[in-house]
């Protein structure tokens, strides 16, 4: 990360309480928002405790923690959309469960052909998505989840071309 990313997420790691997490939170941040993701500390349901009780242990960590720290949370975020001018999201980790409390829904707008318009309706129509957003959303998902290595790999790239454009002759003039 380089400038504004780095302050921010400093700040963040100034500014969230010691103890809220088991170690730093994970930042993500994009053009929009910025996500806050932390891991609490696993639950003890006792010996005999099937896989039920021990996702429901973990989602009742996850709940009391937003609970608790829901006034908190609001005041760091309204300091930092002030000071970064992004909405703030937050979320937690419970061993194996994952649960974001707010984040943003983004309309983006896109123009499709015939065909493509086609695959969206044929999702919808056969009751997988609500409606054309929904379907377009699902498909964002599933390429993410099938080309992940391939997704990260353009990422790396992107930022490798990023340092070498800010090491450039002439960086920052327009």
Request: some cysteine.
């Given at each position: 990360m380089r400038g504004k990313d780095e302050e921010l997420t400093g700040w963040f790691s100034g500014r969230i309480p010691q103890g809220w997490?088991?170690?730093?939170?994970?930042?993500?941040?994009?053009?929009?928002?910025?996500l806050i993701v932390g891991t609490l500390p696993d639950v003890e349901v006792g010996k005999g405790a099937g896989s039920d009780a021990l996702r429901a242990a973990r989602a009742g960590r996850i709940k009391q923690h937003r609970e608790d720290t829901r006034e908190a949370r609001m005041?760091?975020?309204?300091?930092?959309?002030h000071r970064f001018r992004r909405k703030v999201s937050w979320g937690?980790?419970?061993?194996?469960?994952?649960?974001?409390?707010?984040?943003?829904s983004i309309p983006v707008m896109t123009r499709l052909r015939m065909p493509e318009r086609e695959v969206l309706d044929t999702l919808v129509n056969a009751g997988v998505a609500r409606s054309r957003s929904h379907a377009l959303?699902?498909?964002?998902?599933?390429?993410?989840?099938?080309?992940?290595?391939?997704i990260d790999k353009l990422r790396e790239a992107l930022s490798s071309v990023r340092q070498v454009r800010s090491e450039g002759p002439g960086f920052g003039a327009v």
């Open positions: 997490f088991a170690g730093p939170p994970e930042i993500d941040i994009d053009r929009e928002e910025v005041a760091i975020a309204r300091e930092a959309e937690a980790v419970c061993g194996d469960e994952r649960e974001l409390f707010t984040t943003l959303a699902w498909c964002v998902k599933l390429v993410a989840e099938n080309e992940g290595q391939w």
